[in-house]
């Protein structure tokens, strides 16, 4: 069975860091291109970051930039999320998603597999 | 950045009857190999989104034939034949052409 499962969410103060994880289950993990997806309370969908299945090639929102990065283990199937300098709108759950193709753009068919999520508050 | 608008924002269905979400990109989103990245999700109440259509009009595995994706370049459409119980829920449409990938603002289907 396909499965992704993060962790590391919690409660952090503004400019604080976490670090989230994903470990991924029943597929081919490298051969397939990541995202991090998140929704803030009672908010839509907002892609947040995505990577290449080799890693090679990573992507951002304009928001975070420079704040959060994106980065995985094909060794350990597990996709990571390192976020430092939280904002209070940076609070959200965190989706974990695998694309269904090694890259993430252009016309690829669609995000298959999501996560059940992970939290994140940041609030003093 | 490629915007997407969605609508209705609501949208009360009446089960057995057909439903309609339209979205609409601030640019083309044909690809040159003919294929259109524009995905339909479905997040039901307290669940993850799960991934209805992709490349406009292709249903994932699984996905019951009642749903139906149409349109190209910058209007499309989501279409339920038959609404059901089952149904309710958020759709997003969201384009894959190019990083930022972008969501729609979101259409809440609901039951009379």
């Known amino acids: 069975e396909v499965q992704l499962l993060e962790s590391g969410g919690g409660l952090v103060q503004p400019g604080g860091s976490l670090r989230l994880s994903c470990a991924a289950s029943?597929?081919?993990?490298?051969?397939?291109?990541m995202s991090w997806v998140r929704q803030a309370p009672g908010k839509g969908l907002e892609w947040v970051s995505g990577?290449?299945?080799?890693?090679?090639?990573?992507y951002y929102t304009d928001s975070v930039k420079g704040r959060l990065t994106i980065s995985r283990d094909n060794s350990k199937n597990t996709l990571y999320l390192q976020m430092d300098s939280l904002r209070a709108e940076d609070t959200a759950v965190y989706y974990c998603?695998?694309?269904?193709?090694?890259?993430?753009?252009?016309?690829?068919?669609?995000?298959?597999?999501w996560g059940k999520g992970t939290t994140v508050t940041v609030s003093s | 950045d490629i915007v997407m608008t969605q609508s209705p924002l609501s949208l009360p269905v009446t089960p057995g009857e057909p439903a309609s979400i339209s979205c609409r990109s601030s640019?083309?989103?044909?690809?040159?190999?003919?294929?259109?990245?524009l995905d339909w999700y479905l997040q039901k109440p307290g669940l993850s989104p799960q991934l209805l259509i992709y490349?406009?009009?292709n249903r994932a595995a699984g996905v019951p034939d009642r749903f139906s994706g149409t349109g190209s370049g910058t209007d499309f459409t989501l279409k339920i034949s038959r609404v059901e119980a089952e149904d309710v829920g958020v759709y997003y449409c969201?384009?894959?052409?190019?990083?930022?990938?972008?969501f729609g603002g979101g259409t809440k289907v609901e039951i009379k």
């Open positions: 998603v695998k694309e269904t193709d090694v890259v993430l753009v252009p016309a690829t068919p669609g995000m298959d597999v």
């Open positions: 029943g597929f081919t993990f490298s051969r397939y291109a």
């Open positions: 990577i290449t299945g080799s890693g090679g090639s990573t």
């Open positions: 640019q083309s989103l044909l690809y040159s190999n003919g294929y259109n990245s």
């Open positions: 490349f406009g009009s």
């Open positions: 969201m384009q894959a052409l190019q990083t930022p990938l972008t």
